[in-house]
């Protein structure tokens, strides 16, 4: 189908030809979701060994009683759990609660309100904070900026990751421009990897930036790949070091889609410098994560290998689920004019990105007919995607046949939209 | 022993034997430390079952996945367990992670930065936000002000609480005053539990202060009687409803001093008014507590009859230490002037108020034999013990033996600093 070649009459028939398909779909009373970016409980369940894994011993490796108060960073445990999955040192590395949003939000609450280099160096001493969201992006950091009232100012993606051009040419021209947000593997939503080069144009970005500029590095699927040979992510850390900018990264991630997403462990990964400002602010916040947590996660996973092989598991019950909607959009749109798309090597979405103008008439028409898909603007700024293009598909929990059917309504509401709009 | 009393040849002299008495205990070389306010081994192991009660079952009443994401006022036993403890309906309950301090920190902050009575009704666009601090208090709330700018005040406790006379004054006359710490029930450190008439005045409190007044109600000792008849506290929410000032008043617990003092579940009980500012905030800050902890929680703690048991367990192993403590005191300075404190019923702390100008001086001599104090001004803001007089002894961690010996210093450290100063 290719929409911008089609005269009049062949629009005017595929049009009918699609009503009719829509119209037999809807009477079928679907209802399915396509909006949950969450782990299926086939998944959940390779982790319910976590309870009761520690038979009565809760003493850590450095003799902490884990039971009890004490500790603002973690055990070594939690730290090295940490390392083996963000890929650094575990003296970076501090251990928070089952959120990795929250030490987010935390840090972002350090830079703007305290300042990483100490007092009179806040953010929010120096003028109005801005942050730079790639963008299609991840609704939740761009909710902490809106909370905090950061300005939101967007850069587009691109298949090796956030154009650099334009993130370059932001922060030069802009000091006040304080944070980027990145999600630097199977990148939310469009699930690429970021390049090489982004990497290491990230890493020389605070050479260029205002003062007390931080890139929250959110590499939420470190772990979560869905091939053997996945392309690999270059370590930013590595790079800050060789281009004396060890303190403009501080990374997260946590163990939400490792083990059980709403009871895990989340970490930051951070220079000594942040790490100190970050410490100093979460002691009047809290009397320190839950340890013993910790030590379970750790006993689960004692080690890289560990963590890998428990994420091979949860990619023999993924994959199938990434490729029926990959198999169904190549099919229906490979060679046609209605849609791109990448090929995610992990992660846990798929993004589409319809003909500008499309994509909440085609949730509508999806909803119409028992097809739920998150909501359009939602992996935006604002919730607002100004071409009205984006849709994200997150296909971990249905099951494969739901998938199919899923969408194989998603594939003719995507037709249909297009088709009418070019009427 | 009665300084004021005695003339300066009778002061020599007691100032030799005590020095004697002095030097003989530093000789022991003692290694004791009455600083933490936590729970002993022994009261931890109360609560290992916790680790392997679910069974594999992490489900709950309500059908929810406790494993996956959702839900961020917590589950439905979270609920009824927070109420359990702290005397309230479930539906005003919110739960939240292992620290109350965390919960604490945020109300304080959607007050402050947001308003509880939303936009345009943050306390930080009513000009310079102020604190009632009772004192002596509880560092970790003098800290969360101190964190966010707000100045605080000082209002002295008395045996019913804190004194409702300067209270009732202070809000009257300042309307920047937007809040106030309490400890109701055996309150940190001097283990007093409020009367009810002070409970009743603090009910109304809202109705002569400023706009946008809340009470920080910290019931963190809500069950952890050492009696098995204790003083009750009055029912605040009641009183508020009675008075109509329902969202003026939000109430903490956790868990932290009945299970696992580190890996617990805290509580928050509010208005719906403030839940609902709350909620929202907190919806930028987190995807939801820890169910699963939650769950685990209520398995072993299914209603209050099996809270109230499981605290007699922590009285029985608590008590004994308290009543050296309490013993040691009254046979030391019962007939004396050398000191005042209260006999809690239950709590973790016993507070001892020496002479002015003695505290640091008893502190640093008792560390110079062996027995560790928490320092001077701890239960002050900013540290600074005007009168330089109050003393924080936490006794559950010690044994007998070692608390029956540190006591023993404890009061050669008094007397001999008394002395000194009264020379």
Redo the contacts between chains.
Sequence with gaps: LYLDQADQSQRQQWLSELTADYTTLQQEGLNLDLTRG??S?EQ?AL??AL??????N?IASDGT???????IDGLPEGKQLGADILGVDADSVLVG???S??LM?HAVMVGLQYGFDGDGNAWNQQGNTKFLCPVPGYD?HF??C??FGIEMVTVPMTATGPDMDAVENAVQQDPNIKGIWCVPKYSNPIGVTYSDDTVARMAKLANLAGAGFRIFWDNAYAVHDLVSQPKPLADIAALCRLYNTEDSVIQFAST?KIT????GVSFLSASSKNLQAIKS?L???????????QL?HRRLLPDRAAVEQHMQKHAAIIKPRFDVVLQCLEEAFGDSDLGRWERPEGGYFISFDARPGCAKEIIRLAAEAGVKLTPAGATFPYRNDPEDKNIRIAPTVPSIEQLEKAMEVFVICVKLASVKQAM
Tied chains: 1, 2.
């Design positions: 969450k782990p409980s959940l982790s319910d309870d009761g894994l520690l038979q009565g809760f009683d884990t039971r009890n108060y004490g500790g609660g089952n959120a949003l929250t939000f939740r909710t902490v809106e909370k939400s059980h997403a709403g009871a602010f002691s009047a916040v809290t009397i320190g994560p839950d340890k013993v947590n379970r």
